[in-house]
């Protein structure tokens, strides 16, 4: 500082140092009069002011007179100004009210899980799906060892609430995804057909959800891609069942990107070491490919593209449970092509628009025979062809509240033939939504909604309304409630055959608790549903069927009581009973169990910078049907409880400029028998059980990826 | 000249006014900067009093840079001290906010980087199995950004070895190569000439600190 400066503070000071200072003083408290520690207390427009103590007292001199403004400030919570006078000496009571951000705002929640990078206070990150033991990075795998979902590891698809696989929608950006898993032979569950890395957010909602969705009786899965990816950047993958490539490149402005990814599974090799219950007589192989595009058409606008294409080939001999001696042979040729446009865009007074259309189209030619045996093969061919397309808009109102309304139209051929025989139909499927997220207060939330539907190959509308309330009790806590009715049309092999059927429907109750905290999350739900007008084979087609589920789940996850250590456990009790297909009355269906549980464990070992994690899923016994049993018995058999223990073990590490991953995963690691079920012989004689075809299975993998700083991750010992 | 004298006499105590004010601002800025360096300012009460309190000298200013500059590398460095991970995003948000008002007045500000820089080091802090991917990168980039501005501030050198010190190996962190990049920054710190007393020019003891760390 200079001399005269020096000279000019003294000159200016000192006679302000002869006033008389006023001493400011008071206390900090929130609306519950608890004490408010580190405080900002400042006089406006000068230096002077203090940071409250841990008991949210405060005082310091000033040398401002008369009335002045004084600020108190505190994050988290909404700023105060109040005039004061600076020499009356009072001692100032100071109540600051918590500032209403998005954390502290009340979400929807019944019946829905979500697993999301935006948004705080969510149940799972989409890592977790890639993470859990014995899920091999499946998204559907991992979603079952959540509440709500079966462990039917012997179809594919999500079994929830009671629901079968069908009852499920799987959605991408809000458009519906016809055969979101490989088609697969009898008894072997076929996986899902897409990367989980490529979703920033994915909600498993196990009953009540939006009325912007349609056509799932129990369930659906609504996946959100990622915008934009953080860098370019290539990747390898080679494993014991195949290899795989890919590239995502990002422009120098950071606002349009592409990928390209390839992939080639062949499971022969692996089965000509591990020799599985039923021999492969083709491949199995898979050829997959996947595309994307997204561009930032502006600050508000998106533009996004992804599309791939799958081509299976696979086919197993087994032993004829029907004429003993001789063989079985199956065989699958699939292709499948799905490709998603969709464009969101903020479109001015707080009016947002998003437009999507989707195509799919999915080949199944099936080869099944008896060996050596009159008749001959029995050929298949099943082709779905779906256009879809969705216009919505939605509308801020006030600060959270919003209003959405749409419509989606879909045009799907439903193409079948069983050796010449022919059976087609097509579906013109039009539909109508609105609903509003309304905010009573920031911590009362309603959502009220409907949705209208027709479909011309039934020649039938339906009307929909849907309602959720949500309370959150403070911080940590909330409750909810759904209400809502569903409708879905009978799957395509019942339609083709009958054009007088009408849509099943499904009416969901729920009530559900949740806490969640940075470190912990508890959640319990209970539930009713119930089912009508479901699909009856016997006598003839018809819809007479119905039937309810019930039941209470738990969830509990925990990331803070054992250093490095995440785990969750989920227990679901379903009681469910229906009469539907060839059924003579209600009973438990040959999908559901009473009690399902599920306990995930990860731990991080970061000085071998190695990921553990194991998962153990239990089920009791599902209902099976012995044709020798009399009628009014059908169904009162159980398989065994169902047991499974899967453990994985992932290596980080950096080979040169790549960041790599190894990947060990060992499934049903203690090889506990399986028993899903049986199939009899028609005369009821003989009876096979259906088990994995392979009793354990193991997978080694490495996964590198160029282009990602060397600097990126851990620097947490700061 | 009745009038001129008056004008004479008004610039004359407009003047002493404000050479008055930036005499109180740096007489201000000098006792809270002095002890930047000292290891009983590190607490998570003394951090948020000095963040406080550059946060009222940055209010009443309201066109000097530094204030919001400190006010955001006190907030960060709570944001380190922390037990309840929960409130690290609130604070980190707090120092952003800070640090734009601080690049509003001051472009291309090497100094401030460098806390843009620790703010993504904070993110990724809360869960870095998740956020690694994220703020990793950013954390680096900024660092970058910085050197480009200004290669010459230590305090690049600095938070680069800090970040090669404690990060594993296997990620691409080394005890030599933060040594060289440490003993870098001490180059650099000798060499540095802050352009005003107040100006930024801490971290020369705790990078003998962490070179220590670094010889172990």
């Known amino acids: 500082m200079s001399n005269i400066s020096r000279y000019l503070c003294l000159f200016i000071f000192t006679p302000l140092f002869s006033l008389a200072q006023n001493k400011i003083s008071g206390k900090v408290t929130d609306s519950k009069k608890h004490p408010l520690p580190g405080v900002n207390i400042a006089l406006k427009g000068s230096y002077d002011g203090a940071t409250t103590a841990a008991d949210g007292s405060f005082s310091f001199p000033t040398t401002a007179t008369g009335d002045q403004l004084l600020s108190a400030s505190l994050t988290g919570y909404q700023t105060l100004e109040l005039k004061i006078n600076t020499a009356a000496g009072e001692q100032l009571n100071i109540v600051l009210k918590s500032a209403v951000n998005a954390l502290r705002v009340v979400t929807i929640s019944a019946g829905s899980f979500e697993a999301s990078d935006d948004k705080k206070g969510t149940v799972l990150k989409p890592l977790d799906i890639v993470t859990t033991a014995g899920a091999g990075a499946d998204i559907a795998n991992a979603i079952k060892t959540l509440p709500g979902a079966q462990q039917t590891n012997d179809r594919e698809g999500l079994f929830v609430r009671g629901g079968t696989g069908y009852e499920t929608q799987t959605l991408i950006d809000g458009m519906l995804v016809r055969n979101p898993f490989y088609s697969s032979l009898p008894d072997i569950p076929g996986r899902g057909r897409f990367s989980p890395f490529l979703f920033k957010g994915t909600t498993f909602s196990s009953g009540g959800y939006s009325a912007q969705y349609g056509q799932g009786l129990s369930s659906a899965l609504i996946l959100e891609s990622i915008d934009l990816p953080e860098r370019s950047s290539s990747t390898v993958g080679v494993s014991v069942i195949g290899v795989n490539a890919g590239l995502d490149n990002l422009s120098k402005d950071k606002k349009t990107s592409y990928g390209i990814e390839a992939d080639y599974t062949n499971l022969a090799p692996y089965f000509n070491i591990i020799k599985p219950k039923n021999a492969p007589n083709l491949g199995p192989e898979i050829i997959g490919t996947s595309v994307n595009f997204r561009r930032k058409t502006s600050r508000t606008g998106m533009l996004k593209f992804y599309g791939y294409g799958n081509w299976t080939k696979m086919g197993f001999n087994s032993n004829s449970l029907e004429y003993p001696g001789y063989t079985e042979s199956f065989k699958l040729h699939n292709n499948n092509v799905y490709t998603n446009l969709t464009y969101r865009e903020n479109i001015g007074r707080d009016w947002h628009l998003y437009i999507g259309a989707s195509f799919s189209s999915n080949t199944d030619n099936i080869d099944a025979d008896t060996l050596q045996k009159n008749p001959g093969p029995s050929l298949i061919k099943v082709q779905s062809n779906l256009s879809q397309s969705r216009v919505m808009f939605y509308k801020n109102l006030g600060r959270f509240s919003v209003l959405r309304f749409g419509g989606e139209y879909q045009y799907a051929e439903e193409r079948s033939a069983f050796n010449r025989n022919k059976a087609n139909f097509t579906d013109n499927y039009t539909a109508a939504f609105a609903e509003g997220d309304i905010y009573f207060t920031p911590s009362f939330v309603g959502r009220v909604g409907g949705r209208a539907e027709y479909s011309s190959v039934l020649g039938e509308m339906n009307f929909a309304p849907r309602v959720s309330l949500a309370y959150k009790v403070n911080n940590f806590s909330q409750f909810s409630v759904a209400y809502g009715d569903y409708y879905q049309k009978p799957e395509p092999q019942y339609i083709r055959f009958d054009r007088n059927l009408g849509y099943m429907k499904a009416t969901h109750y729920i009530l559900s608790y949740q806490r969640v905290a940075t470190d912990y999350t508890f959640r319990t739900e209970v539930f009713y549903k119930k089912y009508a007008d479901l699909v009856k084979t016997v006598p003839t087609y018809n819809n007479n069927g119905s039937g309810y589920a019930q039941g209470v789940e738990l969830f509990w996850r925990d990331r803070k009581t054992f250093k490095n250590v995440d785990y969750w456990i989920s227990y679901s009790y379903l009681d469910t009973k229906r009469d539907y297909l060839n059924y003579p009355f209600r009973v438990q269906p040959d999908f559901a169990a009473n009690h399902t549980a599920s306990i995930v464990y990860k731990h991080f070992l970061p000085k071998l910078s190695t990921n553990l994690g194991l998962t153990y899923s239990f089920a009791t016994g599902r209902p099976y049907y012995n044709p020798n049993q009399p009628t009014d018995k059908f169904m009162s058999d159980r398989t065994m409880t169902y047991n499974s223990v899967g453990v994985s073990a992932s290596y980080l590490t950096n080979i040169r400029k790549a960041f790599t991953i190894f990947v060990l995963s060992v499934s049903n690691v203690l090889g506990n028998k399986q028993v899903f079920g049986y199939h009899y012989s028609s005369d009821g004689l003989r009876r096979d059980e259906v088990v994995p075809n392979v009793p354990r299975f193991i997978y080694l993998g490495m996964f590198m990826n160029f282009g990602i700083d060397r600097r990126q991750d851990v620097i947490n010992n700061l | ?216």
């Not at chain 2, 690290?88 to 800070?98: R, T």
């Open chain 2, 1 to 216: 000249m009745k009038r001129l004298f008056l004008a004479f006499l008004f610039t004359g105590s407009l003047a002493t006014v404000a050479v008055a004010q930036s005499a109180q601002y740096t007489e201000a800025m000098t006792k809270q900067t002095s002890d930047l360096d000292s290891s009983s300012t590190f607490t998570q009460e003394a951090l948020q009093q000095k963040a406080n309190t550059f946060e009222r000298i940055a209010d009443a200013e309201k066109s000097q840079w530094l204030p919001y500059y400190y006010a955001a590398y006190m907030q960060v460095m709570q944001a380190f001290t922390l037990k309840d991970k929960s409130q690290i995003d609130p604070l980190a948000d707090k120092a952003e906010s800070n640090l734009d008002k601080a690049e509003a007045l001051s472009p291309k500000n090497s100094e401030i980087a460098c806390i843009r820089s620790l703010v993504a080091t904070a993110r990724l802090t809360v869960d870095p199995m998740t956020r690694g991917m994220k703020f990793g990168p950013e954390a680096a980039a900024q660092l970058e950004q910085a050197k480009s501005l200004n290669p010459e501030n230590p305090r690049i050198y600095m938070l680069e070895g800090q970040s090669l010190l404690f990060t594993p190996e296997q990620w691409g962190g080394s005890k030599s190569k933060a040594k060289t990049t440490l003993e870098l920054a001490l180059e650099k710190f000798a060499a540095f000439k802050p352009e005003s007393s107040i100006a930024p020019h801490w971290g020369e003891t705790y990078t003998r600190k962490l070179l220590e760390q670094s010889q172990k």
